[in-house]
C-alpha cells in the first residue's frame, strides 16, 4: 500500500497556534507533526511562540541542538524564527510500537545565554502494509482429520500502530475450512483455519487457500499469504471379518496344534494401513495357554489340555489391527465336545462297621455314593458287587446305593470281607473303576468252648510227687477276645469218698492237670474227673469233658512166697518116691506178687541145692521136677534154696528153702533130724525123730483115706490133713488180690501134707496137678478155720469151686481155695 499524503498547511498552521498556547502555559515549546515530512517543512515560528524578537535570533546566535546525542531533526530560520525539517523522520524507526513518539530539542541563544527546550511529537500516519513472514504456509492434514479441528496460521505483521496497525484477517470462500481471528490480550490479532467439513484425498488431494491481513488506516493496507494443504491419506477404513461371530467344535484331549478355526478380516486401506495381523482382545483366565491364533494367517490353534468337565465352552474375542492401529474385533465360540475319559469314582458315604455276626439279612450297612464327570451317556453308571459275599448293592437315589446283607454272617467262619465295588460307565468304549470296602464281622459269644478230644485219658505212675503234671486239657473258642477266653474248673465229684480236688486240680489259664498227692496203685487203679471249660462271654458259654486218670504199676512190692513158707517155727518135708522118674512132678513153689503186668511176671531159680542135677525148677511154673530117674545112689535128705524174681525194672526177688526126702515111706528115714539144714540148730534133729515116729500112723491112715476116697469117687483128689493143724497164715497175703485178672499161679495142684502138730517137721506132699487155667480176680483166699471146717463138713462142696463162666475146677487145700498161676 502506498503512503498517505501529509495534510495541508491550514493544519500546520492550527497546530502551531495549538503549541504556542501550550508553550504560554507550560513554559516550554512542543510541537507535533506527522512522521515523514518534507524536509523544509515550517513546523511552527518559535520566536512568535517564545516572544522572542526574530531580529535579534541572528545577533544571538540562536539554533537547535538535539537533546543529548540524539540526532538533530529540525532546525531554525534566524531571519523569521521558522523551525523547519531538515531530516526524514519515520516514527516507526525512532519509536517502534510505542503509542507516544516524542522527540527532544533545544533551542540555545547566546548574549545573553538562553535556553529552552523543544518537545517535538511525532505522528503516524498508515506508511506500513501487513507483513508475513512467509509466502506460503503448508500443511499435511490427513483426511481422518475430525470436523472442528483447528490449525493456527502464522500471524502478520504491521510497523503501525493503533488504527493503523492490523485490524483483521480473511480468507476466500471454500468448502472445507473457515477463518477464525483472534485477539492476544496483549494487542494483535492472530488466525486459525477451522475444518469445517472432513476432507477426503480420494476427491481431491490438494488445497490452496490465501489468507488476506487489513489494517485500519486510511487508506487502507493490506498483506497476504498463499496456504498450501496436503490432504495425507488416513487410515479411514478398519479391518471387516468375514463373520462377526465364528462357531467351532472341538472334542476335549485334542492333541496340541489342532487348528480350531480359521478367522479372517479384510481392509479396504492400502499398504501398511492395510495389513491385518490378529489377536485375542482381552483373554479370561480360563482361556488363557489353552488357544494360540497365528498372528499373521489367523489360525486358532490348541495350544493346551482341554477338558471338557473343567470348561464346557470358550468365548473369546479376536481382534484384527491394521498398520497405524485401527482394529476391529469378532466373536469366537468354541463347543467342547465330551469324550469318555473319566472312569467312574466310587465314595463311601457311611458304613457301620464292624457289624455284629447277628445281623440280620437285609440289614443297611452302607451308603455307596457313584460319580462320573463325563456328561450324558458317559456319565451313566452301572455298579455292581462280587457274587461270594453276604452283601448287595440296593439302587437308592440319584447315583447313590444301600450295601445291604444278604445272608447270616458268622465271625468264626469269616471275621473279615474284602469287598469290592465295580463301577461302569456307558460310554464307548466304556470306562470302569473299584473300590475296595474293608469290613471286620464284630464278635458276639455265639460259641461254647470245644475240647479238643471227646475225652482225656492220663496215665501217671504210682508213687509219683504231688503237684506233678497228668496232662493237659485244650479247649477252643473261636469266639474273639473274652468271648474266646477260656477258663479251666474242675467239676465236684468223688473219689473213694473224698472230693475230687484232694485228688487233682486243674490250671484256669492252660488246662494242664496236677496231681495232689501220690497214688498207691494197689489202692486205687483209675477214677475220672469232669473238667469244665468255661468262656468269659457274657453271659458265659461252657462245656465239659471227662479226664480218665489210669495210675499204673511200679514195681514197688517184691514177691510173697506162699509155699513153703520162709519163716516160721514148722518144718514141712516134701516125700519123694523112689520110683519117680525123669520129669516128674514133685513139688510146687507157690508165690504172689502184689504188682501188675510184668512187675508180677514171677520166675523161679534154684540157687542152690544138694545134688543139681536130680531136680530141675520151672521158670514161669514154679514146678520142681526131676530132671532124671532117682537112683539108689541119690542121697535120701535134698535141699533146694529157691528164688522168685518179678519182672519189674529194677528186679525184686525172695527166697526160700524147700526140703525134700527120697523115700516111700517115713519109716525108712534113719534119722529125720538130719533133713534140716546143717546150720540149724541140733534140737531140732530130736525134734523131728519125735514127730515123725508119733505120726507115722496118722500119716499112713491119713494117705489110706485119700486113696480110698479118690477109688471110690473117682473125682479129683482132695487134700486130707489132720484137722488139728492148719496152714498158718503167714501164707497167705491178707491183701493179696490178683492184678487184672492175671496170677502168678499158672496150674491147680493137688497135695498131701504130712503134718506134726506145731512141728516144723511138718510134711507138705505133691499128689497131682489139674488144668493150667486161672481163678478171676474178685475170687479172694479162704484161710479161716471155719473155712477148713466147711471143706471137711461137705467133701464134695469143699473139693472145688466151679465158676459157670469157664466150667474150670479149682482144687481147695485145707479148705483155701486160691487161684494161682
Known sequence: MGHKAFPSLGLATFLGVFLVALQTV??????????????????????????????????????????????????????????????????????????????????????????????????????????????????????????????????????DIGQNAIQGY??????????????????????ELVLEKELDREQQQQLTIVLVATDGGSPQRSGTVVIHVTVLDANDNTPVFSQAVYKASLPENSPLDTVVVTVSATDADEGVNG??????????????????????????????????????????????????????????????????????????????????????????????????????????????IQQNVPFKLVPSIKNYYSLVTTGQ??????????????????????????????????????????????????????????????????????DWRQNGTVIYSLLAGEVQGAPVSSYVSVNGDTGVIHAVRSFDYEQLRSFKVQVMARDNGSPPLSSNVTVSVFISDVNDNSPQILYPTPEGNSFMTELVPKAAHGGSLVSKVIAVDADSGQNAWLSYHI?????????????????????????????????????????????????????????????????????????????????????????????????????????CRRRKPRLLFDGAVAIPSAYLPPNYADVDGTGTLRSAYNYDAYL???????????????????????????????????????????????IPESGVQYPTYFGVQREHT
Open 409 to 478: 454272617l458268622d465271625r468264626e467262619l469269616v471275621s473279615d470281607y474284602n469287598i469290592t465295588i465295580s463301577a461302569t460307565d456307558e460310554g464307548s468304549p466304556p470306562l470302569s473303576s473299584s473300590k475296595s470296602v474293608q469290613l471286620s464281622v464284630a464278635d458276639i459269644n455265639d460259641n461254647p468252648p470245644v475240647f479238643e478230644e471227646q475225652s482225656y485219658s492220663a496215665y501217671v505212675s504210682e508213687n509219683n510227687k504231688a503237684g506233678s503234671t497228668l496232662c493237659s486239657v485244650a479247649a477252643r473258642d473261636p
Open 26 to 159: 507550560c513554559g516550554d515549546v512542543s510541537y507535533s507533526f506527522a512522521e515523514e515530512m518534507k524536509r523544509g517543512s515550517v513546523v511552527g515560528n518559535i520566536a512568535k511562540d517564545l516572544g522572542l524578537e526574530a531580529g535579534k535570533l541572528t545577533a544571538r546566535k540562536a539554533r537547535i541542538d538535539a537533546d543529548g546525542n540524539s540526532k538533530r531533526y529540525c532546525d531554525i530560520n534566524l531571519s523569521t524564527g521558522d523551525i523547519f525539517v531538515v531530516d526524514r523522520i519515520d516514527r516507526e524507526g525512532l519509536c517502534g510500537k510505542k503509542a507516544s513518539c516524542v522527540l527532544k530539542q533545544e533551542l540555545v541563544l547566546e548574549n545573553p545565554l538562553e535556553l529552552h527546550r523543544i518537545s517535538v511529537h511525532v505522528q503516524d500516519i498508515n506508511d506500513n502494509s501487513p507483513q508475513f513472514k512467509k509466502n506460503t504456509i503448508k500443511f499435511e492434514i490427513r483426511e481422518s482429520a475430525s470436523k472442528g479441528s483447528r490449525y493456527r496460521l502464522d500471524e502478520a505483521h504491521d510497523a
Open 607 to 711: 540157687v542152690k541145692s544138694t545134688d543139681p542135677g536130680l531136680f530141675t525148677i520151672g521158670v514161669h511154673s514154679g514146678e520142681i521136677r526131676t530132671q532124671r530117674d532117682i537112683s539108689e545112689s541119690d542121697s535120701m535128705k535134698q535141699n533146694l534154696i529157691v528164688a522168685v524174681k518179678d519182672n519189674g525194672q529194677p528186679s525184686l526177688s525172695a527166697t526160700c528153702s524147700m526140703y525134700l526126702l527120697i523115700s516111700d515111706n517115713l519109716a525108712e528115714v534113719p534119722e529125720l533130724k538130719d533133713i534140716s539144714y546143717d546150720e540149724k540148730n541140733s534140737k531140732l534133729t530130736s525134734y523131728l525123730i519125735i514127730a515123725l515116729v508119733s505120726v507115722s500112723t496118722f500119716f499112713l491112715t491119713f494117705i489110706i483115706i485119700i486113696l480110698g476116697v479118690r477109688f
Open 275 to 384: 495389513d491385518v495381523t490378529y489377536e485375542f482382545d482381552h483373554i479370561s483366565d480360563e482361556s488363557n495357554n489353552v488357544f494360540t491364533v497365528d498372528h499373521t494367517t489367523g489360525e486358532v490353534k490348541v495350544s493346551g489340555s482341554i477338558d471338557y468337565e473343567e470348561l464346557s465352552a470358550y468365548e473369546m474375542q479376536i481382534t484384527a489391527k491394521d498398520g497405524p492401529g485401527l482394529v476391529s474385533s469378532c466373536t469366537l465360540i468354541i463347543d467342547i465336545t465330551d469324550v469318555n475319559d473319566n472312569a467312574p469314582l466310587t465314595f463311601i458315604k457311611s458304613l457301620t462297621n464292624p457289624i455284629p455276626e447277628n445281623t440280620p439279612p437285609g440289614t443297611e450297612v452302607g451308603i455307596i455314593n457313584v460319580q462320573d464327570r463325563d456328561s450324558e451317556s458317559n456319565r451313566q453308571v452301572r455298579c455292581s
Open 756 to 802: 506134726t502138730t506145731g512141728s516144723r517137721t511138718s510134711d507138705f506132699k505133691f499128689v497131682s496137678s489139674y488144668n493150667d487155667n486161672t481163678l478171676p480176680a474178685d475170687q479172694t483166699l479162704r484161710k479161716s478155720p471155719t473155712d477148713f471146717l466147711e471143706a471137711f463138713d461137705d467133701p464134695d462142696n469143699s473139693s472145688q469151686v466151679r
Open 170 to 191: 480473511s480468507i476466500e470462500a471454500n468448502e472445507n475450512f473457515k477463518l477464525n481471528v483472534i485477539s492476544k490480550s496483549g494487542g494483535g490479532k492472530y488466525s
